[in-house]
T-cell receptor, first 115, second 117 residues
Framework: SQKIEQNSEALNIQEGKTATLTCNYTNYSPAYLQWYRQDPGRGPVFLLLIRENEKEKRKERLKVTFDTTLKQSLFHITASQPADSATYLCALKGDRGSTLGRLYFGRGTQLTVWP | NAGVMQNPRHLVRRRGQEARLRCSPVKGHSHVYWYRQLPEEGLKFMVYLQKENIIDESGMPKERFSAEFPKEGPSILRIQQVVRGDSAAYFC???????????????FGPGTRLTVL
């Protein structure tokens, strides 16, 4: 069965540094991969999508890489700010038949950026 | 310009009662998904619906749980005879189509937090 692992449950970094979050998956060939942000008591908010044939994608201070050989995605937040503190979720898109609509989520990494 | 709306935001039920969770997708979206998030766990897919059709219900328990997305009105997730293990946050998401990666991005609602006493 598919398995998605995010590097650690919690990551604490100082303001201004770059946060790097990892998402690894096995037994899966996703069409693409997405990153979401979730704040306590709220629903996930879509951040970025990267396709299987893309190596890297950027959006403002966010950068995502996708290595289908290593079955890994890295999510970077540069010049991090306390407002970036949240749980970040990796999600893979189903690629077979009727599973095409569903997303498979990792458990998330809780990021805390301290001043 | 409303996003996905869910109600109620919080729902308390006693064991054996029924829970009804409602979801209004983004205007114009015809695909609805339900996910469940248990404490300290990730989001788990439950069911995927289009208007009047269940496309994929492989993540939903076969007993006590049902979902619908009628031609008119919100999508409903119904849990009959609730048990304590049903306590969780239930999230609804919607997407426009499955045609491209951009149009099938799923947008999530704020969730309904179900507590079973």
């Amino acid at each position: 069965s598919q398995k998605i692992e995010q590097n650690s449950e919690a990551l604490n970094i100082q303001e201004g540094k770059t946060a790097t979050l990892t998402c690894n998956y096995t037994n899966y060939s996703p069409a693409y991969l997405q990153w979401y942000r979730q704040d306590p008591g709220r629903g996930p908010v879509f951040l970025l999508l990267i396709r299987e044939n893309e190596k890297e994608k950027r959006k403002e201070r966010l950068k995502v890489t996708f290595d289908t050989t290593l079955k890994q995605s890295l999510f970077h937040i540069t010049a991090s700010q306390p407002a970036d503190s949240a749980t970040y979720l990796c999600a893979l898109k189903g690629d077979r038949g009727s599973t095409l609509g569903r997303l498979y989520f990792g458990r998330g990494t809780q990021l805390t950026v301290w001043p | 310009n409303a996003g996905v709306m869910q109600n109620p935001r919080h729902l308390v039920r006693r064991r054996g009662q029924e829970a009804r969770l409602r979801c209004s997708p983004v205007k114009g979206h015809s695909h609805v998904y339900w996910y469940r998030q248990l404490p300290e766990e990730g989001l788990k897919f439950m069911v995927y619906l289009q208007k009047e059709n269940i496309i994929d219900e492989s993540g939903m328990p076969k007993e006590r749980f049902s979902a619908e997305f009628p031609k008119e009105g919100p999508s409903i997730l119904r849990i009959q005879q609730v048990v304590r293990g049903d306590s969780a946050a239930y999230f609804c998401a919607s997407s426009l189509t499955l045609r491209t990666e951009a149009t099938d991005t799923q947008y999530f609602g704020p969730g309904t937090r179900l507590t079973v006493l």
